[in-house]
């Protein structure tokens, strides 16, 4: 994992291991993720993954779980509790935990649940894979103090980004070839990202003051990462030549402003 500037230049690689899903806290202080550690599950015969939280500046890391399959960590408004998904014997739950006691309660839990984020300090929203049967997962939002759920849409095929309001969600829709698109959850409108079609467009992360950054490829194995004012500005490219696979923006940190 490496610490981006606005240019998208790296400025700090962040240890020697692979992690997934970063998230940086409300105050941008701190960074949450998901690890494995080669330990390998017995029933499952999958590596476990333990979500850390750790300061940006490296120290302080501190392990919210153990010995369990978690991923997709995020931070509550407030910064004082994180979420993640628990995959267990055929279910995959909503864990949330309190920082300052360490206490874990899963809160409800899906069959094909596979990323949370919060809306509110007692809501969160999870992908739904399940339910629809298709290629759209649904979007289903988990009052965290009752564990009531609720269907509140449905998203535009994979990889969804949600913005920082939680109004928007960003996501690849498959084709020949495919763009990104964007519902507006509050109306339930979905518009094509302006030139956001190419043969590996896909959502990266919405920058702190709401512009969409999303991959672009033409050919060979690298792409270009453009920038859309708002996501339905039109796009200018801001980096070029990230791999295919394997790195790429994840996460803003909301204490930075955007790009210039």
Request: with cysteine.
């Amino acid at each position: 994992m490496y610490f981006l500037d606005a240019d998208l230049e790296p400025l700090d690689k962040f240890g020697d291991f692979d992690v997934s899903e970063p998230a940086f806290s409300p105050d941008g202080a701190m960074v949450v993720f998901s690890r494995g550690e080669g330990v390998v599950s017995d029933t499952t015969g999958s590596e476990f993954m333990s979500v850390f939280v750790v300061d940006t500046d490296g120290t302080g890391e501190r392990r919210l779980s153990r010995e369990m399959y978690d991923l997709s960590p995020a931070w509550s408004p407030n910064g004082q509790r994180v979420a993640f998904i628990r995959r267990s014997q055929g279910t995959r739950g909503v864990v949330v935990v309190d920082l300052a006691s360490g206490a874990a309660e899963t809160v409800a839990a899906g069959v094909e649940w596979r990323q949370v984020i919060w809306r509110s300090d007692d809501e969160v929203v999870v992908t739904d894979w399940g339910s629809g049967g298709g290629m759209d997962p649904d979007l289903v939002a988990v009052t965290v103090s009752t564990g009531e759920t609720r269907k509140v849409g449905t998203a535009p095929s994979a990889g969804t980004v949600w913005n920082a309001e939680r109004t928007k969600v960003a996501s690849r829709r498959y084709g020949d070839p495919a763009d990104v698109v964007v519902l507006d959850v509050v109306t339930g409108e979905i518009a094509a990202v302006p030139g956001s079609a190419s043969r590996s467009a896909e959502p990266f992360v919405w920058t702190p003051d709401g512009d969409l950054l999303f991959s672009q490829n033409v050919r060979g194995p690298n792409v270009n990462v453009a920038h859309s004012p708002g996501g339905t500005g039109a796009p200018t490219v801001v980096s070029r030549g990230f791999p295919e696979t394997g790195s790429r923006p994840i996460a803003a940190n909301p204490a930075c402003g955007g790009l210039d």
